[in-house]
């Protein structure tokens, strides 16, 4: 568990970084946690930054592969 430093999404499909986004989502709006909501935009933020798109681009994108 101490080399544990780095979290990997090769092997998390689209539809699952769709369902963690939106949960966080979720949950910050029916707990009023800004931790959750923090947590979302952190993770959109460097997945937009990985993929150079803008946030709306990229949850159109998965949003568009999650159907």
Do not use: H
């Not at 909501?37 to 998965?62: A, H, P």
Request: include cysteine; hydrophobic fraction near 35%; charged fraction near 30%.
């Amino acid at each position: 568990m101490e080399k544990f430093e780095k979290v990997s999404l090769n092997d998390l499909s689209i539809q699952d970084l769709l369902l963690i986004i939106k949960a966080l989502e979720y949950t910050n709006e029916n707990t009023k946690l800004n931790v959750f909501g923090d947590l979302r935009n952190n993770l959109v933020k460097e997945l937009c930054f990985l993929t150079e798109t803008t946030e709306e681009e990229f949850l159109s994108y998965i949003e568009s592969k999650s159907e």
